[in-house]
């Protein structure tokens, strides 16, 4: 297995960084892996007291990883509920983490990439950053990563961006909430992410771990296992139905699928 992050701690944040930039820091099932684990590390560690989940290249996440692609569009709906299953668990590790998470945006976010940022409980982003959940365009659903992009983003947002897949400029995720802060470039990017950090470290770490599950309890349904299990079996679903096979191949052949050629 390669290795597609790098993580460091230090002065008590821990920093996990997306580094296959050749790829857009796109993922497949070993990255997927790969980040459960060092959420699930790192939120262990009585050292750390903030975690943040960075990028290096043009793009944050671009979603999907086209070789992962061609092989998900062959599986079952079995093996589709297996891989889905997997992801799930990764956002989970991520939204789940003890310690606060901060995701610092420093390029485009595509699809899944937007569940790793809304499952973060705040996000930094440059003002040249592209957002888009493209899925319904591949005949696919955000279903997986929908429990925190809702959260993230609200009902009413999410109605437009899941259902037209539109683009959407940095400017429009602040407006509704996906993102906090706005940033200008890539120093004053990493200069609110350790401001923020260093407010999370300043306060009582106990405190800090009981408000953040405190929002999670109060705001909405809890992520629980029946919610989960709903979004694995939906993507499983869309995955394995005729437009959603047709979808991905049309995509991956840099063609026009069946319902836009007729």
Not at 49 to 75: E, T
Not at 102 to 128: H, K, P, T
Request: proline residues 3%; contains cysteine.
């Amino acid at each position: 297995m390669s290795q597609a992050l790098n993580v460091s701690v230090q002065d008590r944040i821990a920093r996990i960084t997306l580094s296959r930039p050749e790829v857009r820091n796109a993922f497949n099932d070993e990255v997927i892996q790969q980040l459960k684990a060092a959420f699930e590390t790192v939120g262990a560690r009585d050292d750390v007291r903030a975690v943040v989940l960075a990028a290096v290249g043009p793009a944050f996440c671009a979603g999907a990883d086209l070789n992962w692609m061609r092989r998900m569009a062959d599986y079952t709906r079995d093996e589709n509920i297996a891989d889905a299953g997997q992801l799930a668990a990764m956002l989970q590790a991520i939204y789940a983490c003890p310690k606060p998470t901060i995701a610092a945006v420093q390029g485009d976010v595509f699809a899944g990439g937007m569940g790793l940022v809304a499952a973060c409980d705040m996000a930094v982003s440059v003002d040249s950053a592209t957002y888009c959940l493209s899925e319904v365009k591949l005949g696919l659903i955000p279903a997986t990563i929908s429990p925190y992009v809702i959260r993230a983003m609200g009902a009413r947002a999410a109605h437009r961006y899941f259902l037209t897949a539109e683009r959407f400029s940095a400017q429009e995720a602040h407006r509704i909430g996906f993102v906090h802060e706005l940033v200008d470039s890539a120093e004053a990017l990493s200069t609110k992410t350790d401001e923020l950090a260093q407010a999370l470290c300043s306060a009582s770490p106990a405190a800090v771990r009981a408000c953040k599950k405190l929002v999670q309890d109060v705001a909405e349904r809890s992520i629980d296992e029946a919610l989960i299990a709903a979004t694995v079996d939906g993507i499983a679903d869309i995955r394995a139905s005729n437009e959603g096979r047709e979808g991905v191949q049309s995509f991956l052949q840099k063609r026009k699928p069946g319902w836009l050629a007729s």
